[in-house]
């Protein structure tokens, strides 16, 4: 069988339980252990597709095409294994389901409740990941906070777990902060004791607190917290503010929260964890060589999760490049001709970013004109792909009133379109171009030279495409199309060849970025913004 830790959160939220559970599952993984991390998210919304970044950050893609939160982002770039559907629910996924069955009469004459049938549900979920995968270990995060009114059903089907299994096999590691007082030079041990009274009245204790903390957390704190909180002086571990998020694993390993674990699930140690890869990357992480500015161009830049895993894909190449990647957030809708050349000053590369709807736009097609013809390298992903085939289409074509009908329904240049498949679409959740799709890429092209073959695998979420109709009219024009989808044909990679490095991508590469195989777009693009600099 397989054991279970539930990651919970106290006090207040943004804590960082996906990096605490990310780190953790990152160490148990270095034992050799098979581990996989779940996100149980206690909104209603049945996926976070429907959401707007501003409300909830980044939307992850997963291979399978589960639109999910944010932390499994975190979860792939710390294990380097993919995740999927089953590793991401929500309440609204769980009561779906169970009115589903309602409905069909699967539970026929009985009243269906919250105990048992969501609970149930909640539990099936939990437990179904590592009965289909085989995993030793499932952490399982559970968003929100202890004590709100939508996070009860988790608590109440963690309590049952462990009631049915033992506590040796199901463990339940509480993540709170000890905020530190300046008037009263103190740390503070009151809201974590709150916060897992709280929890206790739902019949729940923790078997693990991890204090976040801006303190070092002595002795005599620890000792307070273990007895107040009903846990072992030792199981009282110390979550210090971190340089980067991925030094957490090794603050973790300091502090022994993987044999604290493991000794609790009665678990072997097997060995210490093997993290020479990840002690590498940190060495050059930390110890860079050079420094390059990279422009962001978007228009949720003032929202640092609404880019999450470009931002961390830029760690990752960077640390591959030994540079140091810094950048700069600007926002598309400021964007005008007349200051497009300051806005973009002193930049040695720009992303643009992807997004929805019409706002920044133009802002995004002026910076990329701008960058094309000043021959600054460029990558565009996404909707920031389909803004280079509209700025090529108007500037070079003389298709001077060119759009995507995202845009522009009417348009007399749709270089960019629906596809038949989406035309008649009128539900909104889940009905993208979702998830991995193959793709053929072209010898002799930068991405070709970047990912070193020919045939790759790349995730989606959008849906308007490259317009084929005008494949030809681009090629002859310059803009070549050096990636398709071996199937159907789709568009998925265009560049320009007259160009240090001029490289639109369909599909979200930042999504397959991770410590220890970073992104192989990500790093040509750092390496050519660094040769840009030179
Ligand atoms: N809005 C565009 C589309 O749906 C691009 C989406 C994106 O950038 N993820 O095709």
Not at 301 to 329: M, P, R, T, W
Request: aromatic fraction near 8%; charged fraction near 25%; proline fraction near 4%.
């Amino acid at each position: 069988m397989a054991k279970y830790i539930f990651v919970t959160g106290g006090v207040t939220s943004s804590l960082g339980k996906g990096i605490i559970a990310a780190s953790l599952a990152k160490l148990l993984q270095a034992r050799g252990f098979k581990v996989t991390i779940q996100k149980l998210d206690p909104y209603i919304n049945v996926d976070p597709g429907t959401l707007n970044p501003y409300e909830h950050g980044e939307c992850y893609v997963t291979n399978d095409g589960a639109e999910t939160d944010l932390d499994l982002g975190h979860y792939e770039r710390f294990l380097s294994t993919p995740t999927s559907q089953a590793n991401n629910v929500t309440t609204g996924r769980i009561y779906q389901h169970v009115i589903n069955n309602e409905r069909a009469g699967v539970y026929l004459g009985k009243t269906v409740q919250v105990i048992p049938h969501i609970t149930d549900e909640i539990k099936r979920r939990i437990t179904l990941l590592a009965t289909e995968n085989d995993f030793d270990i499932v952490i399982t995060e559970i968003g929100g906070t202890v004590g709100d009114i939508e996070s009860l059903p988790y608590v109440e089907s963690i309590r049952q777990l462990q009631w049915e299994n033992g506590r040796e096999n199901v463990l339940v590691v509480h993540l709170t902060l000890v905020p530190y007082l300046k008037a009263a030079k103190e740390l503070k041990t009151k809201p974590t004791q709150h916060s897992v009274k709280l929890m206790n009245e739902n019949g729940l204790a923790p078997d693990i607190i991890v204090c976040r903390t801006e303190e070092p957390i002595n002795g005599d704190i620890k000792r307070k917290i273990a007895l107040f909180c009903n846990v072992q002086v030792d199981s009282v571990v110390e979550a210090a503010d971190a340089e980067t998020i991925y030094d957490v694993p090794l603050h973790m390993m300091r502090e022994n929260l993987d044999v604290i674990c493991l000794e609790k699930l009665k678990l072997p140690l097997r060995h210490e964890p093997i993290l020479d890869n990840w002690k590498a990357f940190l060495t050059k992480l930390k110890n860079p060589k050079h420094t390059i500015t990279i422009g962001l161009v978007g228009k949720y830049v003032e929202l640092q999760d609404a880019y999450k895993s470009i931002l961390e894909s830029f760690v990752h190449a960077g640390a591959v490049n030994e540079c140091k990647v810094v950048i700069k957030n600007i926002q598309s809708e400021h964007i005008t001709p007349e200051n497009v050349k300051e806005k973009l000053s002193g930049l040695d590369g720009v992303l643009v970013a992807p997004g929805f709807g019409n706002r920044g736009i133009e802002g995004k097609i002026e910076s990329i004109k701008y960058i094309r013809e000043n021959k600054i390298p460029f990558f565009g992903i996404c909707l920031g792909m389909q803004c280079c085939v509209i700025e090529y289409a108007r500037n070079v074509l003389g298709f001077t009133t060119a759009n995507s009908t995202e845009m522009d329904i009417h348009t007399a240049y749709p270089v960019i379109d629906l596809m038949e498949d989406q035309k008649n679409i009128i539900q909104m959740g889940g009905t993208m171009r979702l998830g991995s799709y193959d793709c053929e890429i072209e010898e002799g092209s930068k991405s070709y030279e970047a990912y070193g073959k020919k045939y790759i695998s790349e995730r989606h979420r959008h849906r308007w495409e490259f317009n084929n109709q005008y494949i030809e009219q681009f090629e002859k024009a310059g803009m070549d199309i050096v990636g398709k989808n071996p199937k159907t044909g789709l568009v998925e990679i265009v560049e320009i060849k007259d160009h240090p490095f001029f490289v639109g991508a369909q599909f979200h590469p930042e999504l397959k970025s991770t410590v220890e195989n970073p992104h192989p777009l990500f790093v040509a693009f750092v390496k050519a913004a660094l040769e840009n600099k030179k």
